[in-house]
């Protein structure tokens, strides 16, 4: 990491973890975003290269510091099983009110479960570490579209029945990564900063 300009503060950078992008999940969701296109209203849809599911948002913090998350988290993974995600609908943020976010959710499962409690370490340890907290419930999801100007009641309506239809596979869970994110002309630019792989289980993935 370069050092800062004045010398004396330590270099800072933007931070999440996530489990990265799923290629055979993202091109089902791309085709289905494709179908949403005509009779959606206009709306900010996020590209598909920065899907992702994430478990812990850091924030800005010294990359010193999110090195000795990381080594943290490199621990925590190891017993993670690896496991397979299944998406369960439309994931629409906030709950009520105005809709602002739309996305993909995922299904109560053995593999859901996992991935809680490794968010549940993760927050543990950042806390540990002094790095931001996180007080919003983790609801793990994929962001689809961020909108401006929120869509009408009965487009919301039939984004979600659209969702609940569509036949998406499996998310593959089998690694955990952390992302530095810097936002460029084009959006934001996520880079893995560490990549640690979740435990190979001798039945193979867990549903």
Known sequence: MPESASGSEPPEVRAFVALPRDPTWAESARLFVEAMLPVSPHTSWSRTDTWHVTVKFVGRAPAADLETFARSLALLAAAVPAGDLRTDGAAVFPPRG????????????????????????????ARTLGLQPEDRAFRPHVTLARMRAPWPREAVDFFRRAAAEWKFPDFEMRAGVLYGSRLARGGAVHTPIARWPFRATGEGASA
Request: charged share 30%.
């Open 98 to 125: 105005p809709t602002r976010v739309l996305g993909l959710g995922f299904a109560r499962t053995r593999a859901l479960e996992d991935l809680e409690a490794f968010a549940a370490a993760a927050e543990k340890e």
